[in-house]
């Protein structure tokens, strides 16, 4: 029986593979699958890249417009809530003096700025004041107020007082803030230290001291103490 020498059964071994320095490691060959992607790949990307650069000039084009957009939004909201926290006024206070320097004061429970210039009072009360001392308070349930104009216009449980005790009840009134005069073309009631009165109309002007009544009237004076 012969024994092979153990040099021989070493060389039968497969020698595993070295790799020397310089020397490229062999690639794989791709797969078919791989091969189906890469070219998918390729294919989207050419087709998504102009569409890419087709939206990104289209946003350049319209960008002025979107910002315009926004601009006017923004400018729309700011004017709606101004008008929202400025439409209405709780406790309102307007003052000025008429033409000769005097005084006069209005107040109102609230106030909505229709316009500028216009304001709509509820229970609007109106103080004027004369050189000498003496005053007129104007009141109503309802009033318009155009403040470049001076006027008040009243309706409602219109009272005019004066401070000598002259109480006047009517259902509308227009008030001249600027000349200190007021006028009314329906009912009024009258009462005073002289009595009372009923008429059809009245004009009152310098802030109260001079009142005039338009007939038919009817007067009750009171009577005389002896």
Do not use: C
């Not at 309802?142 to 002259?166: C, E, I, K, N, P």
């Amino acid at each position: 029986m012969s024994v092979a020498p153990m040099p021989a059964r070493r060389a039968a071994r497969r020698a595993p593979e070295r790799h020397f320095a310089g020397e490229a490691p062999r690639r794989r060959p791709p797969s078919p699958s791989g091969i189906a992607r890469r070219r998918l790949l390729i294919r989207l990307t050419k087709f998504l890249l102009p569409l890419a650069a087709l939206g990104l000039l289209a946003l350049i084009a319209l960008w002025p417009e979107i910002d315009r957009a926004k601009d006017h939004g923004r400018l729309s909201f700011s004017k709606f809530a101004a008008e929202v926290d400025g439409a209405k006024l709780t406790d309102a206070r307007y003052r000025g003096v008429d033409e000769q320097g005097r005084p006069y004061t209005i107040t109102a429970k609230t106030a909505k700025q229709v316009t500028p210039d216009r304001a709509n009072l509820t229970t609007p009360v109106g103080d004027l004041s004369m050189k000498d001392g003496s005053w007129l308070q104007v009141r109503s349930k309802d009033g318009v107020y155009l403040q470049h104009a001076g006027s008040l216009d009243l309706s409602h449980d219109v009272v005019l007082y004066r401070d000598d005790g002259t109480t006047m009840t009517t259902e509308s009134a227009a008030v001249d803030l600027k000349s200190g005069a007021a006028a009314g073309s329906v009912t009024v009631h009258a009462e005073g230290p002289f009595g009372t009165l009923d008429a059809q109309g009245f004009m009152l002007t310098d802030n109260g001291a001079a009142i005039q009544f338009a007939g038919p009237a009817r007067l009750v004076l009171n009577g005389t103490a002896k």
